[in-house]
Nanobody, 121 residues
């Protein structure tokens, strides 16, 4: 069974940094795009950053220049380095992966359980 396990959230002061990790585990044949989404109270879940298996990245305009997404394909793990954090970055951050489980002909979307990031003084 495939699982995405996130870690690294917490409370940080404005201007601070956090690093989120997302490890995909289980029987995976092909791991395609991985990404981070976030959802603030009363708002819809929205893409923060994505990265392909080849390393191409894309970012929401609101985080460009402050956040960096990366991945370690050998570990099936994606990271989100968040710098210069602002109170408006406060949200639950979810990891997403587009992957092909072992023994399956189809690609599927998987989600992590979410990790809270709070930016406050």
């Amino acid at each position: 069974q495939v699982q995405l396990v996130e870690s690294g959230g917490g409370l940080v002061q404005p201007g601070g940094s956090l690093r989120l990790s997302c490890a995909a585990s289980g029987s995976i044949r092909t791991l395609n795009t991985m990404g981070w989404y976030r959802q603030a109270p009363g708002k819809e879940r929205a893409l923060v950053a994505g990265i392909t298996s080849g390393g191409s990245t894309n970012y929401a305009d609101s985080v460009k220049g402050r956040f960096t997404i990366s991945r370690d394909n050998a570990k099936n793990t994606a990271y989100l380095q968040m710098n210069s954090l602002k109170p408006e970055d406060t949200a639950v951050y979810y990891c997403n992966a587009h992957l092909q489980p072992a023994g399956s002909l189809s690609y599927m979307q998987y989600w992590g359980q979410g990790t809270q990031v709070t930016v406050s003084s």
